[in-house]
């Protein structure tokens, strides 16, 4: 069962081959299995979920089951779940309890979903490597000396090692596709206010967006069709129809005009990477697709354009927990001051305090002009970039990463040369725009992620263009070895 895709999974319960209760319970037996070997699950809920399978099944008998009714999934933690521990991976927040459900759960639990459980992630989603994480780092299925990727480590880990046939992941700057490339995974990053921010804790909030991980692109498309759609709750989410992403997949790709940008081929990209991503190109070629070469040209700017951008507002994000409204509270503090150093100097990691002080720092008098505004103007001149290429093509494609997965503490202590490991994924956010990672191959033993990016609300022409190329290969039916 646990090789099946959504797609066939909802068939066969559909079929009667299994019930809902007995496909949880498989699941929730491999992850009681192989989980302490990769820390990809924060918490387990067990007992709900077979509950939610029970509820599922007797939905199934009334005849009211739709294509998610049944099927299991992981929640990344970092949406609010009622009653459930979300913890964003922080001391800060480890015993909150959310008194309610956001607004992507909600609309998995109205499909009929099941819940097995909420994955690790890097602190408050700060990170590229799942290290960050309160509850020790996860593990890459492919290498378990190496990382998943992050924030969404967890739930890629886990899909990779057919823990949980999906998971839900957010994207700030790379935060689903980049440990999708590292994991052999499909994820996509829907445009900005496709999907409900509602109940996801806020790391940037003009760069935050949730978007569903799978297998295959037939499953994301599955999965996004459950999650878009309006929120008057959520100011930024843009009130327009969610269309039929699984109308669309299999349409012709004849004619198909795919845009290179050269900044992606350059310097900084591991040359077996490079030689996967132009693989995978040739078999585009093969499918009837036109390449041409089209430029980024501020794409250097995109790094040190995010680490002003996002700090600054997690900044203001995360000014909320002080040990007196939320998180975390020192042990017997002298004063309110001593409250709040304490409280938030023991609750928090360090790579979410670095990013909290040059945040700080970039908002304060005098440095807001220089720093934060000429971030926000440079910001409009990428989307530009990506706008002048887009005209000149329907999709664009490079490499997810520059390199396969790293080992575990590789860069821990070199935060430029992580925060480097995005350099592809991050313009994107800035932008607004969707983009996905598809597998394409390997490299030294580890799976390499081709990306895709789309104008905006393009996500049905994204999972058309994977799913084509995913009917032609398999590299995304493989499965690491030691959890086959």
């Known amino acids: 069962m646990h090789n099946k895709t959504i797609a066939e999974l909802s068939a066969a319960l559909a079929a009667g081959e299994f019930t809902s209760v007995e496909l949880t319970q498989h699941f929730l037996d491999r992850i009681a299995k192989y989980d302490g070997e990769l820390n990809s699950f924060i918490t387990v809920t067990a007992e709900q979920a077979l509950a939610q399978a029970a509820a599922a099944d007797a939905r199934r008998a009334r005849g009211e089951a739709g294509p998610l009714t049944g099927i299991p999934l992981a929640q990344k933690d970092i949406f609010c779940t009622d009653g459930v521990r979300t913890s964003c991976a922080s001391k800060m927040l480890d015993p909150f309890i959310a008194p309610y459900d956001a607004t992507v759960i909600a609309k998995f639990q109205e499909a009929g979903a099941v819940m097995l459980g909420k994955t690790n992630m890097d602190e408050f989603a700060m990170g590229s490597s799942n290290e960050t994480s309160f509850y020790g780092p996860v593990k890459n299925p492919w290498d378990t000396n190496a990382v998943p990727g992050g924030s969404s480590g967890g739930s890629a880990a886990a899909i990779a090692a057919r823990l949980a046939p999906a998971a839900t992941g957010t994207d700030t700057g790379g935060s689903i596709r980049q440990p999708a490339a590292l994991c052999g995974i499909t994820g996509i990053k829907p445009t900005y206010g496709r999907v409900s921010r509602y109940g996801m804790i806020a790391f940037a909030s003009s760069l935050d967006q949730a978007g569903p991980m799978a297998r295959t692109a037939e499953d994301c498309a599955l999965l996004l069709g459950a999650m878009a759609g309006f929120d008057t709750r959520d100011s930024t989410c843009v009130d327009m129809p969610v269309p039929d992403y699984s109308a669309e997949l299999n349409n012709d790709l004849s004619g198909l005009k795919i845009g290179l940008p050269k900044e992606y081929f350059g310097e900084g990209l591991d040359p077996a990477v490079k030689a996967v991503i132009m693989a995978a190109v040739e078999q585009y070629k093969a499918l009837g697709a036109e390449v041409v070469e089209v430029s980024l040209p501020n794409t250097h700017l995109a790094v040190p354009t995010y680490y002003v951008v996002a700090p600054a507002e997690?900044?203001?994000?995360?000014?909320?927990?002080?040990?007196?409204?939320?998180?975390?509270?020192?042990?017997?503090?002298?004063?309110?001051?001593?409250?709040?150093?304490?409280?938030?100097?023991?609750?928090?990691?360090?790579?979410?305090?670095?990013?909290?002080?040059?945040?700080?720092?970039?908002?304060?008098?005098?440095?807001?002009?220089?720093?934060?505004?000429?971030?926000?103007?440079?910001?409009?001149?990428?989307?530009?970039?990506?706008?002048?290429?887009?005209?000149?093509?329907?999709?664009?494609?490079?490499?997810?990463?520059?390199?396969?997965?790293?080992?575990?503490?590789?860069?821990?202590?070199?935060?430029?040369?992580?925060?480097?490991?995005?350099?592809y994924t991050i313009a994107v956010n800035l932008a607004g725009l969707p983009g996905m990672s598809v597998p394409a191959g390997f490299a030294d033993g580890k799976p390499v992620g081709l990306q895709i990016i789309g104008n905006y609300f393009a996500e049905a022409r994204l999972l058309n263009v994977a799913h084509k190329y995913q009917q032609v290969t398999d590299w995304h039916a493989r499965a690491p070895e030691a959890f086959a």
């Open 314 to 423: 997690c900044s203001s994000n995360l000014s909320r927990m002080d040990g007196v409204r939320f998180g975390y509270r020192c042990e017997n503090p002298k004063d309110l001051e001593d409250l709040y150093k304490r409280s938030r100097g023991e609750g928090f990691g360090d790579e979410v305090k670095r990013r909290i002080m040059v945040g700080t720092y970039a908002l304060s008098a005098g440095y807001y002009d220089a720093y934060y505004l000429k971030a926000q103007q440079l910001r409009h001149l990428i989307a530009d970039d990506f706008k002048a290429a887009l005209e000149q093509c329907d999709v664009i494609m490079g490499p997810t990463s520059p390199t396969t997965a790293f080992n575990i503490g590789e860069k821990k202590d070199d935060p430029v040369a992580m925060y480097l490991a995005d350099i």
